[in-house]
């Protein structure tokens, strides 16, 4: 984590400048609208001014107010308009602007691109009056959440009866967490939302992808729609009339499952709801992988083990998603990876008194405190460093960031994981090879794709709440010749990478066969997963 005085003046202020292309772009969008009142909460250097401007639409407005933070670039933008009177330049944090005219001051139009400021670059007062603005509109405050969203949230406010809101916003207010308030209360201030998103990323400068969000309140509500754009050259051919709208659950789910068509999103509803399904979670405990709070310390290859005599006190370690192989973990891909030279065990020192630790163990404790080890924040909080917490031995693995498709992974020989991997615990009675045939299927992968998100660089990552929201096939009885055949195939495919579709075309003639799944939906979910998939691998 960069502190203040590590960060650049850009990052605290959270401050990327659109680019004039795109502001053009989106101020087109409303070139035909009787727009009388307009504000621009984060101006920077005028951009939108300027495509306002130029594409004739500011001589239409009565008023058009601009708030900028910086002085410098607040005094050069009122330079520029000094002679436009309807141009109101104001040299203020959008925060306390908010604070004295929220109650007074309504617009037709707000747009722009509101400030990406992580929580701890926040001045305490900047704190509290976030915290203020989500608390009143019912939603959390909490220190993951990003300035960004409480702008949003401020300027739904301040919107006309009939206003619409149009702002550059990351996509994550698609999926993550932090953002599941903001997504409910847009769905119940808000009777349109578009969303226009792009694969090839925007900014130059910065690899953040970035959605154009446009909000419309007043009129019977429509839903939710979004377009996908290559790149901006597809807004010279944009038809927002092309495209209709979908009816928007008002929930806190993510907005992703709206890439999916109507016909699409019917059949996920139904299988939410179909007796022969379940939830991943009601198979048992998922929770992360462990914290050791410094992995190149306390994951050791045999080589460091023999040095200092660490044997007795390792675990086998799943460390990273290299280390897994198939869909078991087996004492036999343990020693492939220990003689590999991979980092392939854990120390796990005892809570005994340290007196009574051997003087190899000790040696290795000296050696991590005198490079400094024990000073990382994780270590530095534990009654003694070098003890990791929360040590146990899971019956599963789920890999946490997947590439091409998700790993689910049983534990065959007592091993363990760092937060690489999540661990599963399944609850009595449940047998975890059903339980694997029950993921392995174009149905659990399309509820993979939905419930996770796209992390960076084409990765999907899964939490474990959102693993136990993945739908599975309720699998209940299998003869064992039959179990072991179709695991031993699937298997066979993961572990010689070989195209994993072959593994799903195994799953899903298993599911139509025993539960009489209508082999219609294998495909159309084969689809969305392949969908999904291609869009997020496009970012890659």
Known sequence: ??????????????????????????????????????????????????????????????????????????????????????????????????????????????????????????????????????????????????????????????????????????????????????????????QKITLITFEELVFPNIEQEVVVFIGEKGGEEKGIRIFEMNNLDDFDTLDLSQNGFKKLQHVREKWTKYFVSAKEMELINTIKTDKRFTRFSDYGLINVGITTGNNNYFSVTDEVCEMYDLEDVTLPLIGRSSHLHGVYFTSQDWDENRKDGKRARLIYFPDTPLEQYSEKHKEYIKLGE????????????????????????????????????????????????????????????????????????????????????????????????????IMLPKIQDLPPEKKNDIINRIDNIVRNNLDIELALDIGDQTIIDLLGIDSDWCKQCRKIWKKLQHRRLMRG
């Open 370 to 469: 005198d490079s400094g080890e024990d000073k990382g924040y994780k270590c530095s909080i534990r009654d003694r460093w070098y003890i990791v917490p929360s040590v146990w031995v899971p019956d599963a693995f789920f890999l946490r960031r997947n590439n091409l498709y998700p790993k689910f992974v049983l534990n065959r020989c007592n091993a363990v994981s760092t937060d690489t991997t999540h661990r599963i615990k399944f609850y009595e009675g449940v047998d975890p090879e059903l339980v694997l045939i029950s993921y392995y299927n174009s149905i659990s992968f399309a509820f993979t794709e939905i419930c996770g998100r796209s992390y960076g660089g084409g990765v999907l990552e899964i939490l474990p709440g959102e693993v136990g929201n």
């Open 1 to 190: 984590m960069k502190l203040k005085k590590d960060s650049s003046e850009q990052k605290l202020r959270g401050a990327y400048y659109t680019p004039l292309r795109l502001a053009n772009a989106m101020v087109s969008l409303f070139a035909p609208e009787n727009i009388q009142t307009v504000l621009e909460p984060s101006c920077g250097d005028g951009v939108f001014l300027d495509s306002l401007f130029s594409v004739g639409l500011m001589e239409q407005i009565s008023m058009i107010q601009a708030i900028e933070i910086e002085s410098e670039e607040a005094n050069k933008v009122a330079e520029r308009y000094k002679e436009t009177k309807n141009v109101d330049v104001i040299c203020e944090d959008f925060f306390d602007f908010y604070q004295r005219n929220y109650k007074s001051s309504q617009y037709d139009l707000i747009l722009g691109n509101p400030p990406y400021i992580r929580y701890q670059y926040l001045t305490e007062e900047q704190r509290k009056i976030q915290s203020n603005i989500l608390t009143t509109h019912g939603m959390k405050a909490n220190k993951l959440i990003n300035a960004w969203v409480a702008f949003v949230v401020a300027c739904v406010q301040m919107l006309s009866d009939n206003g619409k809101i149009a702002f550059v916003l990351p996509a994550e207010i698609l999926q993550v967490a932090y953002a599941e308030d903001l997504r409910l209360y847009l769905s119940n201030h808000l």
